[in-house]
């Protein structure tokens, strides 16, 4: 079986060896780049399968980094940082990270959720074997196997996470989810503070998705209870 391969960008070399010598008792290939630029480099060179970033980094930040990389590549993405307040970690998500971790942190933590992702990752990205290649409601057209969204035939970009919870609503109209099922199911893990995250990443997908200027209104507020596509 093929070895997955990740990669670690940071500009301290000692946290970047020490996160590589736990992740290779894993069983994961690992390559190591200290800039953003660099990171970029090998992304669009190697097949990597997850990137481990950390934000404040020479020539590129991780945010620019993730920008870049996000145009092609849909792999997880875990920020590391030692950016403590909402906003950075909001700022990471938006921009199209999958999970944020403050530093220091322990090597056990980061190796458990770099786990987590990748295997929600596979999961998702697993052959479908069901007859419906996409859903379709009036002119919002999900596509499972390619992971896209059309809104009256323009092309909607969204992160790896805007997608999950859209498709996960939009495969089951009408029922409730809560903001801890959305979280357990999207990003794969326990619930503890991911409430937060849950909403803004609702609200950046219902600014993509245009509710404030068409009359759909795909997702809907439970009050008290979650969401619900409204279908």
């Not at 109209?173 to 893990?189: A, G, H, L, R």
Request: aromatic share 10%; proline share 3%.
């Amino acid at each position: 079986m093929k070895r997955l391969s990740i990669l670690i960008a940071d500009d301290d070399g000692e946290i970047a060896d020490l996160i590589a010598i736990h992740l290779e008792k894993e069983g994961y290939h690992v390559i190591k780049a200290s800039d953003g630029q660099e990171a970029v480099r090998v992304v669009e060179t190697q097949v990597i399968d997850l990137l481990i970033l950390d934000i404040m980094m020479p020539k590129m930040d991780g945010y620019e980094a993730t920008r870049h990389i996000r145009q092609q590549h849909n792999m997880p993405i875990i920020f590391l940082s030692a950016k403590t307040s909402d906003f950075d970690k909001v700022q990471g998500l938006v921009i199209g990270a999958d999970d944020y971790m403050i530093k220091p942190f322990t090597p056990i933590e980061l190796v458990a959720r770099v786990n987590a992702q990748l295997r929600r990752f596979m999961k998702l990205n697993q052959p479908k074997t069901d007859n419906k290649a996409f859903i379709e409601y009036g002119g919002l057209v999900i596509t499972p196997d390619q992971r896209t969204v059309t809104l009256y035939g323009e092309s909607i970009e969204l992160t790896p996470k805007e997608f999950d919870i859209l498709y996960l609503l939009a495969s089951h109209p009408k029922k409730v989810f809560s903001v801890e099922n959305i979280f357990q199911q999207v990003w794969d893990e326990a619930y503890f503070e991911g409430g937060n995250t849950v909403m803004v990443h609702i609200r950046t997908l219902r600014k993509k998705l245009e509710e404030d200027k068409r009359k759909e209104k795909w997702i809907k507020t439970v009050w008290g209870v979650g969401y619900t596509f409204n279908g």
